[in-house]
């Protein structure tokens, strides 16, 4: 090995160390479902319970007692710029695992005519700005609204008699296919993925073919999933796909030198060790999934012998790693649910804004990966993607190992 190699290599094994210790977490997310009867508005928040240690440092307070007291605190109602009171204390209801949910209740001053209601969420967001808070607010049966809550967007108002003339199909494709959108754009762990896959591709064919296998993959499990047919286990999703990150990414330098079947050694090892640890311990990603993530390893990995191998398989593996990736869209749809009247057009435009999300991604992502060459020098621009590729592989490292014992 020359020596610039070596100081390349170095400096890539470097960064892959160091950003195993960065602060790179899951997106913190909450959701909400709003029901208006009468006078009264009932409302249930949703939120991880890993979500909830961030007000238990500041009140020092039981988890589901810290939400219920900073949900009180940070959401506000107005009828027609008249403040909804809450009504009773609120409760804790009960929630899947993982998951906190709390339910509030407002009482609203009778008004006649139009009514337009001002919903205002400040939950999370001064302790995590990049927090994003998905909204149901259902007015009768049949008609219902999503919003997006952001820092920037706190507040949404709602008009009724707006809502009612509106209509109802191009209302409900137009605002999942927005959820969508946002969704994708707020998943770090889907972007990084997107560009572990492109890094190691040049042509747009190649391109075209991977995006195709991604799509397909994510469609069929987001379908399955929302429609209830198959329930994931989302924590192992979640872990997963940093796994599939990783993976990826590693495979991009190792197919350059001929050395994806050393890596997927690596691999393997990793994964027995969390293996025996589960059967003997019980703690971290399940036993079953570990067995199956080195069983796919190897088979998949020792095949990527070079560059070539690995780009004519790589529409195959963007169609399997979809699968898993399209659970983890699907997290979002299941937590605020679909409008049974719209059940289709719900899933079609929110399918259709990841599909709109993701290929700005690529095409920006492919654009920068083709334009490098042009202002570096061939072998420079190479090791500035291998480093790419050596980062990503350790943010995937970070994300399955945090994820899968419940730390991230």
Known sequence: MTRSKATATSFILYLMLLSLDSSAHNRSQSFSAWTFDGQQVDMVFTVKAREATRLMAV???PAETALLRHLQSNIYIQANSLPCPLYGK???LPATSGYLRANLKFICEPILGNVKHDIRLDSFFDSVPSHIHYARIAIN????????????Q????????????????SRTVGQYTSLGVAHIFGGIDHIAFL????LLLRGLRDIVWMVTGFTLGHSITLSLSVLGVVTPNIAAVE???GFTIALVAAENIGAKVSANHQIAMVFVAGLFAMLLTAMIWDIGLAALSCAGLIIFTLAYLPHSKDRQNAIAMRPVLSLIFGL?????????????????????????????????????IVALAWLAVNWLPKFIR?????????????LLCSLGLYWFIARSYGVA
């Open 90 to 92: 609120g409760k804790i």
């Open 378 to 390: 061939a072998k420079k621009s190479a090791v500035v993607l291998d480093i790419a590729s050596a």
């Open 324 to 360: 898993i990736h399209g659970f983890g869209f699907a997290q979002v749809l299941t937590e605020i649910g679909l409008p049974s009247n719209q059940l289709w057009p719900a899933l079609f435009g929110f399918n259709l804004g990841v599909e709109l999300g993701q290929l700005i």
């Open 239 to 241: 872990a997963i796909i």
């Open 195 to 198: 560009l572990a896959l492109l």
């Open 154 to 169: 706190r507040s949404h108002q709602l008009n009724q008699r707006q809502l009612l003339s509106t209509n109802s199909l």
């Open 141 to 152: 049966p049949h008609t219902s609204i999503e919003y997006l809550y952001t820092d920037a």
């Open 59 to 61: 009140a020092q307070l």
